[in-house]
């Protein structure tokens, strides 16, 4: 099984150690993985703006640099979602299909393709879970609050056997953070609102750190967290599963 | 005004967004206590869903059945092409039977044809009925939520306006006596009126009947004292059978308010004796809708307000924010139907979260559907030239490694070494209220290379 691993544009540029924790993790689990040079975006920022037709050289070259693995592993729910959900705006082919069956988020692949939960990590704080929505509702990386059904979490579920960690509970579970792409400045004001609305239920509940399965959404968060100096630490879920602290 | 100017506007007062959110959060958290309570609820939204799907597709079929069996049961039926055209029927209606006092329950139909001051410009009295109606109509606002017309207004507000326009005592917003106060001057209202208006939340084919659902019990009290009852409905109302129901009453409640089923589910068939009953079928962009296979879904609403409620963007933004009679999410895939132009910022105002697809009862791919209306805006309606640029840049950037990792550099060593002050000046609309990481020194990309290198 050879994985090719994608780390989303701004997670290469702003935050490598959550690409770093990505890879050391899966080859921790002794997985064959490459990070194909090359790659750039999954196409999402212009597509969610409404420009779709702007990001169809950036998909292609997505396709062109991932065609070959068996897997394709990120640690973004969001651009996943892309990928599987929205690539039907390149013209059907086996490379296009096959791309988009076999992008798996992070967590989604440690619990459904490796089946592990226990990864051997160790996080001695109380940890408040972002679950964004990308991967929640269009991914079903977890049950949602909306819907009638059993309850699971992928990030949940790995997070639990993480030694020495506490998960807080959060009065609204799963409410969007606000970021939503170009949303962040388009809606400046309710994108912010929405941000802060989040982390305070964070350090209502008692949070010390909040982890998601996308930077995206915790870029926002500490984005908010810095500028008013609140005591929260902003960790993405590979981080934490990667740590030994 | 876009959206987003009306939502910053609405945002200044943080304290009145906290309550409004929280007001409207305990409605969703009502909604789901009751949904969580019905074992085949997912099952419900598929039928609900699937029920509607067959009904569009056999409009034209289920059209004729109903006006047939409502035409037997002595009710009259008109066909409006638009709003201008039911405006004029309802008012010839009233003409011909003298009617200068009207009562009506809620029909959001008749607030997107703008009925209200198209019959006053005549002279006509109008009189909303529904409470949360009333205090909009008084206050001289358009509703700002389809369920919950007047959400964005406190008790206390309500109590002002009442003393202005009812002649009430100051009362510091009891809503028990403030309540009563309506109820008296509504009674008013009931008895003197000469004709009352209706929405219509289901019309069945095969029975020719209506169903009007309320709490207040405002339809039957118009409806059961005047000598004349006018139903308006859009084309969607329409289900083909009475059995059907059994589905949509369940859903809709729960779905709006978390109650089971709504106070008075109240079901016309025929006029009273001595009575007359007309009914006004309306189209006014819905057979449009209807011709667009990515947008037809959004005619399934049976306007719950679920998505309303649960809406992140919608509840600290406020209904008025939207500019469009249904506001919230579903507002957002109908109004651009409509009037491209006018709605364009609508479709943006979301995170595209998905909440609304998950809560809605009938099980309509809102989020997905703002996702399209979004790539027609961008093509078909002026875009401001930076948002047009920076995407066929970035589009550009994307597609080429080299230039994506130049342009990361150069971002990095910004973030890296300019002063605060700089990155967040006034043009960085995130530094605003949010700071941006500090640029690291390599890239992912440079760091994977160098390990490799030294393997």
């Known amino acids: 099984m050879l994985v090719g691993l994608f780390i989303p544009c701004y997670i290469n540029q702003l935050y490598p150690q959550v690409g770093k924790a990505t890879l050391e993790l899966l080859e921790k689990l002794n997985v064959e993985v490459v990070y194909p040079s090359g790659q750039t975006c999954c196409g999402q920022p212009m597509a969610n703006s409404g420009y779709e037709y702007e990001s169809l050289g950036t998909c292609t070259n997505f396709v062109e640099k991932f065609k070959e693995f068996d897997y394709i592993v990120t640690p973004s729910g969001s651009c996943a979602y892309h990928v599987k959900k929205h690539y039907d705006i390149l013209p059907e082919s086996e490379e296009v299909t096959k791309v988009r069956n076999n992008i798996y988020e992070l967590c989604d692949f440690l619990v459904n393709v490796l089946k592990v939960k226990n990864v051997g990590a160790r996080f001695p704080y109380k940890v408040g879970i972002h679950k964004s929505c990308h991967g929640l509702r269009g991914l079903r990386l977890g049950s949602c609050s909306e819907k009638v059904t059993e309850t699971y979490s992928y990030i949940g579920e790995l997070l639990n056997e993480v030694t020495d960690v506490e998960i807080i509970e959060l009065t609204r579970p799963d409410e969007c953070c606000g970021f939503g792409g170009t949303f962040a400045v388009t809606e400046e004001a309710i994108s912010v609102k929405m941000g802060k609305d989040r982390v305070q239920d964070h350090l209502d509940n008692g949070a010390e750190v909040i982890t998601a399965t996308d930077t995206s959404c915790l870029m926002h968060l500490e984005g908010l967290v810095t500028r008013n100096k609140q005591p929260l630490k902003i960790r993405h879920i590979a981080e934490i599963l990667n740590s030994i602290e | 005004m876009s959206h987003s100017k009306a939502a910053s506007i609405f945002n200044k007062d943080e304290k009145k967004v906290n309550w409004h959110d929280k007001a409207l959060w305990f409605v969703r958290h009502k909604r789901d206590k009751s949904t969580h309570t019905v074992a085949g609820w997912e099952e419900l939204r598929n039928l609900g869903h699937g029920i509607k799907a067959h009904t569009l597709s056999n409009l034209d079929t289920y059209l004729i059945q109903f006006e047939e069996n409502a035409l037997k049961n002595g009710i009259q039926v008109h066909w409006a092409a638009d709003g201008d055209e039911h405006n004029r029927i309802v008012h010839s209606i009233l003409k011909e039977h003298h009617a200068k006092k009207v009562v009506k329950s809620k029909s959001m139909l008749t607030e997107e044809c703008h009925l209200n001051p198209f019959l006053e410009a005549d002279g006509i009295e109008v009189i909303d009925t529904d409470l949360g109606e009333r205090i909009v109509q008084l206050a001289k606002e358009p509703p700002s939520h389809i369920v919950l017309p007047a959400i964005h207004k406190t008790k206390e507000e309500v109590d002002e306006l009442f003393q202005e326009h009812l002649g009430t005592k100051p009362c510091d917003g009891d809503p028990q006596y403030l309540t009563g ?58 289900i083909p059978k009475q059995e059907h129901l059994g589905v949509f009453l369940r859903l809709l409640a729960r779905s709006a ?100 697809s998950d809560v809605c009862p009938v099980k309509i791919d809102i989020h997905a559907q703002l996702y399209k209306w979004r790539q027609i805006i961008t093509k078909e309606t002026p875009q401001p030239f930076v948002k047009k640029t920076s995407m066929k840049m970035m589009g550009n950037i994307f597609s080429k490694p080299m230039q994506f990792n130049k342009v990361g550099g150069i971002a990095r060593w910004s973030l890296r070494n300019l002063p605060k002050g700089v990155i967040n000046s006034k043009p960085n609309v995130w530094g605003k209220g949010r700071d941006l990481p500090i640029g690291p020194k390599e890239s992912f990309d440079t760091w994977y290379k160098n390990r490799k290198k030294d393997e």
């Open chain 2, 181 to 238: 106060e309506a109820r008296k001057h509504l009674r008013e209202k009931f008895i003197q009126a000469d004709a009352a208006i209706t929405g219509v939340n289901f019309a069945i084919a095969d029975t020719g009947g209506i169903v009007v659902c309320t709490n207040e019990g405002n339809a039957d009290m118009g409806a059961h004292i005047a000598p004349v009852h006018i139903a308006c409905m859009g084309v969607e109302k329409l």
């Open chain 2, 257 to 356: 308010t978390g109650q089971h089923i709504t106070t008075y589910s109240s079901h016309f068939k025929k006029p009273r004796e001595g009575a007359k009953m007309h009914i006004v079928i309306v189209d006014n962009g819905r057979t449009e809708q209807l011709s667009r296979p990515d947008f037809r879904a959004s005619l399934h609403c049976i306007r719950c307000g679920a998505c309303m409620n649960t809406c992140p963007i919608y509840r600290r933004s406020g209904g008025h924010s939207y500019d469009a009679t249904i506001p919230g999410p579903i507002g957002s895939i109908l109004s651009p139907g409509k009037d491209l132009k006018k709605h364009s910022s609508l479709p943006f105002a979301s995170t595209l979260c998905g909440s609304c």
